[in-house]
């Protein structure tokens, strides 16, 4: 297997709502997006926004419905230390709910968690040892 991250699929409880959170945001829609799942390109991956219950289906798992925690989050790491703020502010803006205010992490950066409408947590983080690239990239040395 090669090692790669091509696609994060969330699932959420109104494609509808979610789709305009993330569009509030500033995220564009891929052309290849349609009624039933919306596609956002990310760098060399993407965000697809899937029904839970569908996405639930096609794993053949049940749906308990959402988790207090399901131990993932997913990560927006930015270029300066203050984006932390301005970042997790605008998608307040947009509709998300603040878990925990821009902050010193103990790993040495800046960082901050907003939770999506359907509670999918996002880290909004400067890292100072792993700076983006001049197209956002994250290059792990």
Known sequence: MEQRVSLVTLGVAD??????FYRRLG???SSVSNESIAF??????????YGRAVLAADTGITD?????FNGVTLAHNVRHRD????VLAEAVAAGATLVKPAQDAHW???????????????????NPFVPLDGSGGFHLP
């Open 15 to 20: 494609l509808s709502a979610s789709r305009a």
């Open 27 to 29: 995220w564009r829609e």
């Open 40 to 49: 956002f390109a990310c760098g060399p991956m993407a965000l697809a926004l």
């Open 64 to 68: 308990a419905g959402p988790a207090a």
């Open 83 to 86: 984006d932390v703020a301005a």
């Open 108 to 126: 040495g950066g800046h960082h901050g968690y907003f939770a999506d409408l359907d509670g999918h947590l996002w880290e909004v983080a400067f």
